[in-house]
């Protein structure tokens, strides 16, 4: 996944990162060593004031991605296999330096809550909620997919590609990945993506690129990552004009499916579920191993048939009288900030 490298982070944190009377963010990055000295895991991590001045502030350690639902998935940087050990160690580090902190928000941990408690710690995870993601494999053919998805998905696919063949309609599969061509490409999907978000009468999808700071940081991500040769930019083409735009990323053998966009005027010919079907097509042309419908719950994706991974997030709170204090204050600051999601322009 993109979210917990180098270059989504560095960037991030340039232009997320809060410093108002209000909340300020403070740099608290730790890494974790073997008995060794070897580098294990990074924890890219910043410490919270909510309100930003006054003694009796909150206290929050929480990972870098705090943002209105850009940054998909947080936590500790490790190997699958080290990921256990390694949040148990950063949580008896913190338990031993309870006077630091008042809660620790968790987010991206791979087992339930019970498995990462630690006898005599008297520091407990406490369950917040669970973050789905959704994998396809793609092994054997397109066809071969095809046949797997539910009966629902394949009727979506065979009346999407029949209404534009009755119309008399010519598509064709655009794929940006030269640095050079990402400014124009990446403009196109912003205004798709506007486009869809401000259409009536549809499911409410939220214009996520209408701040300034986050077209900011895309700028300066998106150029990064196709110099590093991860980006790809799908737009479906009809006369010459896209009519739908999805971002994605090419981590290895992976495909990460990231925001999309369309002209509503197109909606009835379902051209985000042909631009969905060309892509995985492109994938298994380019010998794709893996595509990542992304995080959350869809009826869109689960009509794929696609693999269930499941993240999971958890608060734990400071062993200390003051934290527990404080907790209640950590509620409003968590309804504050979902209310502040919900309504971002």
């Given at each position: 996944?993109?979210f917990?490298?180098?270059?989504?982070i560095?960037?991030w944190?340039?232009?997320?990162r809060?410093?108002?009377?209000?909340?300020?963010?403070?740099?608290?990055?730790?890494?974790v060593r073997d008995g060794?000295g070897e580098?294990?895991?990074?924890?890219?991590l910043?410490?919270?004031?909510?309100p930003?001045?006054g003694?009796?502030a909150?206290?929050?350690l929480?990972?870098?991605?705090t943002d209105?639902?850009?940054?998909?998935?947080?936590?500790?940087?490790c190997?699958?296999?080290?990921?256990?050990?390694v949040v148990k160690a950063?949580?008896?580090?913190?338990?031993a330096a309870?006077?630091?902190?008042?809660v620790?928000?968790w987010?991206g941990?791979?087992r339930?809550?019970?498995?990462?408690?630690?006898?005599?710690l008297n520091c407990?995870?406490l369950?917040?909620?669970?973050?789905?993601?959704?994998?396809?494999?793609?092994?054997?053919?397109?066809d071969?997919?095809r046949?797997?998805?539910?009966a629902?998905?394949?009727?979506?696919l065979r009346?999407?590609?029949d209404s534009?063949?009755r119309?008399?309609i010519?598509f064709?599969?655009?794929v940006?990945?030269?640095h050079?061509d990402v400014?124009?490409?990446?403009a196109?999907?912003?205004?798709?993506?506007?486009?869809r978000?401000?259409?009536?009468?549809?499911i409410?999808?939220?214009?996520?690129?209408?701040?300034s700071?986050v077209r900011a940081f895309?700028?300066?991500?998106?150029?990064?990552?196709?110099?590093?040769?991860?980006?790809?930019?799908f737009?479906?083409?009809?006369?010459?004009v896209?009519v739908?735009?999805?971002?994605t990323f090419l981590?290895e053998?992976?495909l990460y499916m990231?925001?999309?966009?369309?002209?509503?005027?197109?909606?009835?010919?379902?051209v985000?579920?042909?631009?969905?079907?060309?892509i995985?097509k492109?994938?298994?042309a380019?010998?794709?191993?893996?595509?990542n419908l992304?995080?959350?719950?869809?009826?869109?994706?689960v009509r794929?048939?696609?693999?269930?991974?499941?993240?999971?997030?958890?608060v734990q709170v400071?062993?200390?009288r003051?934290?527990?204090?404080?907790?209640?204050?950590?509620?409003?600051?968590?309804?504050?900030?979902?209310?502040?999601i919900?309504w971002k322009?």
């Amino acid at each position: 996944m993109p979210f917990t490298s180098a270059a989504w982070i560095v960037p991030w944190w340039k232009h997320f990162r809060r410093n108002t009377a209000l909340v300020r963010d403070e740099l608290f990055f730790h890494i974790v060593r073997d008995g060794n000295g070897e580098l294990v895991a990074l924890v890219p991590l910043m410490r919270t004031f909510a309100p930003a001045i006054g003694p009796r502030a909150l206290r929050i350690l929480q990972f870098f991605g705090t943002d209105a639902a850009l940054t998909e998935v947080r936590g500790v940087i490790c190997r699958p296999e080290d990921h256990v050990p390694v949040v148990k160690a950063v949580a008896a580090h913190f338990v031993a330096a309870c006077g630091d902190w008042d809660v620790f928000r968790w987010a991206g941990l791979h087992r339930t809550v019970d498995e990462y408690d630690q006898p005599g710690l008297n520091c407990k995870f406490l369950m917040r909620g669970e973050l789905p993601d959704y994998l396809i494999k793609l092994d054997g053919s397109w066809d071969d997919l095809r046949q797997r998805v539910s009966a629902n998905m394949r009727k979506n696919l065979r009346k999407a590609y029949d209404s534009l063949e009755r119309g008399g309609i010519n598509f064709a599969l655009r794929v940006t990945e030269r640095h050079e061509d990402v400014a124009a490409a990446f403009a196109r999907f912003v205004e798709l993506h506007t486009a869809r978000a401000q259409a009536p009468d549809m499911i409410l999808h939220p214009n996520k690129f209408g701040p300034s700071n986050v077209r900011a940081f895309f700028g300066a991500y998106l150029h990064a990552a196709a110099e590093r040769g991860e980006l790809r930019i799908f737009e479906l083409e009809i006369g010459g004009v896209a009519v739908a735009s999805r971002l994605t990323f090419l981590i290895e053998s992976d495909l990460y499916m990231y925001f999309a966009g369309y002209d509503p005027a197109w909606k009835t010919h379902s051209v985000m579920t042909v631009l969905m079907a060309e892509i995985i097509k492109w994938a298994y042309a380019h010998g794709i191993e893996q595509v990542n419908l992304s995080t959350g719950h869809d009826q869109s994706k689960v009509r794929w048939k696609p693999c269930e991974i499941l993240f999971r997030e958890a608060v734990q709170v400071s062993p200390t009288r003051r934290a527990w204090a404080a907790f209640q204050l950590f509620r409003a600051y968590e309804g504050w900030g979902r209310l502040r999601i919900r309504w971002k322009p």
